[in-house]
């Protein structure tokens, strides 16, 4: 089993920023792709940003030149920093990693998710 544990959100003004963090831990034999998306009230879960192993990143449109995600391969761990945050940021945020994993199975996991609020 896998586990991921996110941390970092919170209230924050507009304009300001906030540094997400999903570090993994458990069986792990290695992760390809880790990344964020986001849930607001009422509306499905969607992509905010992903980055393969390798460092090859995906971003939605909505937070391109404004959020910014890295990894630290050596913790199993992926980073969100979000800057210019909007009202419309406003959601909980969850890690997901996809995973090879003893046994030799690939899988794919969520955190539990961490709010933030964007707001004034």
């Known amino acids: 089993q896998v586990q991921l544990v996110e941390s970092g959100g919170g209230l924050v003004q507009p304009g300001g920023s906030l540094r997400l963090s999903c570090a993994a831990s458990?069986?792990?034999?290695?992760?390809?792709?880790m990344g964020w998306y986001s849930q607001a009230p009422g509306k499905q879960r969607e992509l905010v940003a992903t980055m393969t192993s390798g460092g090859w990143t995906n971003y939605a449109d909505s937070v391109k030149g404004r959020f910014a995600i890295s990894r630290d391969n050596a913790k199993s761990t992926v980073y969100l920093q979000m800057n210019s945050l909007k009202p419309e940021d406003t959601a909980v945020y969850y890690c997901?990693?996809?995973?090879?994993?003893?046994?030799?199975?690939?899988?794919?996991?969520w955190g539990q998710g961490t709010q933030v609020t964007v707001s004034s």
């Open positions: 997901n990693a996809d995973v090879f994993e003893v046994g030799l199975k690939r899988s794919e996991y």
């Open positions: 458990g069986s792990i034999i290695s992760i390809y792709t």
